[in-house]
Antibody, heavy 125, light 100 residues
Framework: QLQLQESGPGLVKPSETLSLTCSVS??????????WGWVRQAPGKGLEWTAS???????YYNPSLRSRLAISLDTSRNQVSLRLDAVTAADTGLYFC?????????????????WGQGTQVTVSS | QLTQSPSSLSASIGDTITITCRAS??????MTWYQQKPGEAPKLLIY???TLHSGVPSRFSGGGSGTQFTLTISSLQPEDFATYYC????FGPGTKLEIK
């Protein structure tokens, strides 16, 4: 059964770099046809897609965060990592990783399932 | 950009409700819908506009195309009171469904 588990530092100081890891079990992250994504949620706010990465390692970024983001695959550990530079209080929230499924043929939509339980990130000095 | 209406909604057990998601431009004929309860990860309900995800009750249904899509919940149950999000490339702002 596919399971995802996020992990991170919990507390990060403003201007520092946030590093998150999503540990995937039950399937290889390099399995054809699947992408892996990160979605975050600020306290009391809605969902915001941040980045996705293909099974081949091709990244896709939210344009509003692109300059500060990096997503990567570690196939040896079956993990998906997210790095966010120069964090501010606005980056505080719950960060989820999820498998991104793509419709066939291309352009037939995308959907996230399953999801991890999320990891809380607080940016504060 | 996706907009959802209403932003919040009060309804009673047994009611039928419809949430609308509008896209600023016709990016795709496909829409995804999620349900989220406080402190939990979102749960996939519907993808490809109208395909019910495995295990989701049949009282949930989706429709639409182009720039307007709908999520309908028939015969509301207590466990349906939550926040609902639509998603294409980005997520809509959410619709909070509360019990009347």
């Amino acid at each position: 059964q596919l399971q995802l588990q996020e992990s991170g530092p919990g507390l990060v100081k403003p201007s520092e770099t946030l590093s998150l890891t999503c540990s995937v079990s039950g399937v290889s992250i390099s399995t054809h046809d699947f992408f892996w994504g990160w979605v975050r949620q600020a306290p009391g706010k809605g969902l915001e897609w941040t980045a996705s990465i293909s099974y081949r390692g091709t990244p896709y970024y939210n344009p509003s965060l692109r300059s500060r983001l990096a997503i990567s695959l570690d196939t040896s550990r079956n993990q998906v990592s997210l790095r966010l530079d120069a964090v501010t209080a606005a980056d505080t929230g719950l960060y989820f990783c999820a498998r991104e499924n793509l419709g066939v043929p291309a352009g037939s939509g995308n959907w996230f399932v399953p999801w991890g339980q999320g990891t809380q990130v607080t940016v504060s000095s | 950009q996706l907009t959802q209406s209403p932003s919040s909604l009060s309804a009673s057990i047994g009611d039928t409700i419809t949430i609308t998601c509008r896209a600023s431009q016709a990016v795709s004929d496909y829409m995804t819908w999620y349900q989220q309860k406080p402190g939990e990860a979102p749960k996939l309900l519907i993808y490809a506009a109208s395909t019910l995800h495995s295990g989701v009750p049949s009282r949930f249904s989706g429709g639409g195309s182009g720039t307007q899509f709908t999520l309908t919940i028939s015969s509301l149950q207590p466990e349906d009171f939550a926040t609902y999000y639509c998603q294409q490339e980005t997520f809509g702002p959410g619709t909070k469904l509360e019990i009347k």
